[in-house]
């Protein structure tokens, strides 16, 4: 299974080398050292991040800490909340600036369970990864170095890849071999620069900009919220933050100035200076500052993350943008989550290789869209101001498709889909389902609420077994396993579907029975999620009330092994006040004959079943996981 139970030929050995413990190296390595591997973690800085840098955690990724249990220890430090974000312009008569009007960050047509932004510094967030990297036996080696590495999967086809690393004052040096090299350490990665993969800058522009947090003293009214400034001495974003903080962005040059130089600096006291003015007839002063920094920031993205699947970039090595939309950490914990679950799904023996060839078209994909929109989302804010109009059409939550909704409307609507992390959808491959697929059946719905390569949906749902009221889509935390959603509709109805569908599951070479755990006959009574197989957890959603429901009745035993991940649909939403079975409608499934949705371990739907009577909705399934499992599946289900 996992390397937990692999011996490594000596301490020298690992299964992943990573360089550079900001947010896409810890994500990595955390998801990596909780599902057993063997990981050589090093980092160039002396101390985790003091203070600074990254900021934003954006809805999704809010999300996706809850369900890795991170979420708490984050917001035990009582970090800012954006729920709207302010736009501040010249006034039509006189000077100064006037509130243009206000939005949500997060609307209501965006179905997010956390509609705000997240704003702390990153040296926080990193620490929780930290300690989570401790229970698990991994620790980050610092400040250490890499310097050299090859990668040959001919002269050793197990551990491939040798990497030599070094203290950064010279004094101590390592030589490792490992399966896998990642490089997490940034826009100017060594990593990348060895491999000679060149970035591509999509915007020929270029900003300076100045980044300031600080404690201040002002009477500026929205300096609590998250605003765009505009006035006529400049442009200003203020981020509120943790600790009564405050952060200013200030750009100080843009490549189109007649002087531009992309080394430009300003001092403390110029900047706090040019907010003064900025933000005129309002005053403020610095208590206190934190930290300053001024950098150069272009659109750039990596030519390749990958030259041959052994050694991988992600985060700043891949893409750089502007911070206005603080995307650049959440992104890095996308890349991460994707390339984590692959290798442990290629390293536990349930795929093939080839789905790490999905990394970099996936991720890819979403930081050309990020660079795109980022383009877009600068230009908007820094060539025209919008309206007051357009900033209430653009709150509102159901706007006209009228031909009149402008493009600053349509940007708006998009981009905070986006931003959000939940307008992020993967293209059609092995593991998000499409016509093209080798999967091919009658029972593969197509479905507009569930896209494969999309998010699965959040629903209310209540437990079967103690009637708590959960939120299904974090009932099963990220363990590295493909999660079995099986709406059952009603019991009256489905009662045959669903003994054919753990009958189809038992049979010995069905894609879930190929992949039973090794010490299934010692598994605790109480293991919830993965008693049969590491790699499959499996939902049972009832369109029922839950005192209609008896588990050892209405289901399979297989299927009631998980009883503590049984569910009612019972609960009611004002989207769906007509729904019976609020959960199933959400998922456009039929809340009599329900369906069976495969979500990937990264919370993205892969494919979605009809729920019938007979061999079907399993022979589905096996040519569905058939596509990428390192086994042959189905042909036992063929023979009898």
Avoid at 14 to 36: E, F, H, K, N
Avoid at 171 to 185: P, R
Avoid at 211 to 221: A, N, Q, R, S
Avoid at 557 to 564: G, P
């Amino acid at each position: 299974m996992a390397s937990e139970q692999k011996q490594h030929p000596s301490p020298n050995h690992y299964d992943i080398v990573i360089v550079g413990a900001g947010p896409v190296g810890l994500m990595l390595s955390t998801c990596l050292a909780r599902w057993g591997y063997k990981i050589k973690h090093i980092d160039n800085r002396p101390e985790p991040t003091a203070t600074g840098r990254a900021d934003g955690i954006q809805p999704r990724s809010l999300d996706l800490l809850r369900n890795m249990g991170l979420k708490s220890a984050i917001m035990a430090h009582k970090p800012a909340r954006v729920y709207e974000v302010a736009f501040w312009d010249p006034p039509t008569s006189g000077k100064g600036i006037a509130r243009t009007g206000t939005w949500a960050s997060c609307p209501d047509f965006i179905d997010a369970r956390y509609p705000f932004t997240t704003l702390l510094h990153q040296g926080l967030i990193e620490r929780a990864f930290i300690a989570d990297l401790e229970k698990n036996n991994t620790t980050v080696q610092r400040p250490w170095t890499i310097t050299g590495f090859t990668s040959d999967e001919q002269a050793d086809p197990e551990y491939p890849v040798s990497v030599e690393l070094q203290h950064v004052d010279g004094t101590f040096k390592e030589s490792v071999k490992a399966k896998y090299l990642f490089g997490g350490e940034g826009a100017r990665s060594f990593v990348r620069d060895q491999l000679k993969i060149g970035i591509t800058h999509k915007d020929p522009i270029a900003y300076v900009w100045g980044v300031m947090d600080g404690v201040v003293k002002t009477d500026f009214p929205d300096i609590k919220m998250k605003c765009t400034i505009h006035s006529e001495h400049g442009s200003i974003m203020v981020i509120p933050r943790e600790d009564n903080m405050v952060r200013l962005y200030i750009q100080i040059a843009s490549s189109t100035d007649p002087d531009f130089n992309p080394r430009k600096t300003a001092t403390v006291e110029e900047v706090q200076a040019s907010a003064k003015r900025i933000l005129q007839p309002y005053s403020i002063e610095w208590e206190r500052v934190e930290w300053y920094s001024v950098y150069p920031i272009g659109q750039g993205i990596s030519d390749k993350y990958t030259l041959d699947h052994r050694v991988f970039l992600g985060g700043d090595a891949c893409h750089t943008h502007s911070p206005k939309a603080g995307q650049g950490m959440n992104t890095a914990f996308l890349d991460a989550l994707n390339l984590a679950w692959k290798i442990h799904a290629v390293e536990g023996g349930l795929a093939h290789k080839s789905i790490l060839e999905t990394y970099e078209p996936e991720r890819k994909d979403v930081a050309e869209t990020l660079l795109s929109f980022d383009n877009k989302y600068a230009k908007l804010f820094s060539q025209r101001p919008p309206s007051s109009n357009e900033v209430a059409a653009a709150t509102a939550q159901k706007a006209s498709s009228s031909a009149e909704e402008n493009e600053f409307i349509k940007t708006f609507k998009e981009s905070c889909s986006f931003t959000s992390g939940y307008g992020v959808a993967y293209k059609a491959n092995q593991l998000n389902w499409s016509p093209e697929h080798p999967a091919q059946s009658h029972v593969i719905a197509k479905s507009d609420a569930l896209v494969p390569g999309r998010l699965f949906r959040n629903a209310d749902v209540t437990r079967v077994v103690d009637a708590n009221v959960v939120h299904l889509e974090q009932e099963i935390p990220l363990n590295g396993a493909f999660r079995l959603f099986v709406f059952a509709g009603k019991p009256s109805v489905t009662g045959q579907a669903l003994k054919d569908f753990a009958a189809g599951l038992a049979k010995k070479n069905s894609f879930y029975s190929a992949y039973q755990r090794a010490d299934i006959d010692s598994v605790s009574h109480h293991e919830r999620h993965n008693p049969h197989s590491k790699f499959f957890t499996i939902c049972t959603v009832f369109a029922a009330k839950r005192n209609e429901i008896e588990i050892s009745r209405d289901l399979p035993a297989l299927l009631a092994r998980y009883k503590d991940n049984v569910y009612a649909d019972d609960r009611w939403s004002r989207n769906f006040p007509d729904a019976k079975a609020m959960a199933h409608a959400k998922m456009g499934l039929d809340e009599e004959r329900g369906g069976v949705v495969v979500v990937r371990p990264d919370g993205y739907t892969g494919v979605v079943v009809a729920l019938e009577e007979g061999s079907a909705t399993v022979d589905a399934l096996n040519a569905y996981f058939g596509a990428f499992a390192s086994k042959k599946l189905g042909e036992a289900q063929a023979q009898l």
